[in-house]
């Protein structure tokens, strides 16, 4: 049976390359998966801005039930907690990424080259302190060989946030934005990639001072030819 690719609607709209990533990585370890062409909205924002998600949550829910699957992977933080968390008599697994890509960590093994690169990695909020998701990550950093992970000063449960998630950088931009600086200022010295697990703080931390590469985008760059 089939996975079912939950994009996410960051990942659908703003930040197109992670989908990509993730699709092209799947497809490279040759896995079988889905993809809704209709996906919609987990409901996250509305549910952290305390409005009225049920509605939401219950197309949601149709939608995926519609295509008989029994595992859905997301690389969203904000649709992994919604979808486990919120929703009431989900019957479905949901993954995040880097759990359900752990499943297979002797074929990742087998296809990664060695990459000489220091890097470092933020733990998204939704990911880390909302569902205790901190090693997965890790864990498949280092199966690439070659690789140096340097920690932030505040990592795992200590993590900063990014600014971006729960509405506010719609409803407060230059808070969020002054949030991301900081947490940009505590990149270690040396660093050479700033890896993140979700949609949201890959586009709040893009900027010209250091490159920002999704978990899927660095496995992929290890990629052997």
């Known amino acids: 049976m089939p996975i079912l690719y939950w994009k996410g609607c960051m990942a659908r709209f703003r930040t197109k390359k992670i989908a990509n990533s993730i699709e092209e990585l799947f497809s490279r370890m040759e896995l079988d998966y889905i993809k809704l062409s209709n996906e919609g909205c ?33 690389g969203c933080p904000g649709c992994f907690r919604t979808m486990s968390k919120d929703y009431e008599s989900f019957e479905v697994k949901i993954y995040n990424i880097s759990q ?37 990550p890790r864990q498949l950093i280092k199966l690439i060989p070659g690789i140096e992970l340097v920690e932030f000063k505040h990592n795992r449960e200590r993590a900063l946030c990014c600014g971006y998630g729960g509405g506010l950088r719609s409803a407060y931009p230059e808070v969020s934005m002054e949030i991301a600086k900081s947490l940009l200022n505590e990149v270690p010295n040396d660093v050479e ?29 290890a990629w052997r030819d």
């Open 193 to 221: 990639i700033l890896i993140t697990a979700c949609p949201f703080c890959n586009y709040a931390l893009n900027n010209s001072r250091i490159k920002v590469l999704d978990l899927s985008e660095l496995l992929l760059m």
């Open 100 to 136: 359900f890509l752990l499943k297979f960590k002797d074929l990742l093994r087998e296809n990664l080259r060695e990459i000489n690169v220091k890097v470092t990695y933020h733990d998204p909020c939704h990911l880390g302190r909302h569902m205790g998701i901190y090693e997965e």
């Open 42 to 74: 987990c409901g996250s924002i509305l549910y952290r801005t305390g409005q009225d998600a049920m509605e939401v949550s219950k197309q949601t829910m149709e939608k995926i039930r519609s295509v008989d699957v029994r595992e859905v992977v997301t």
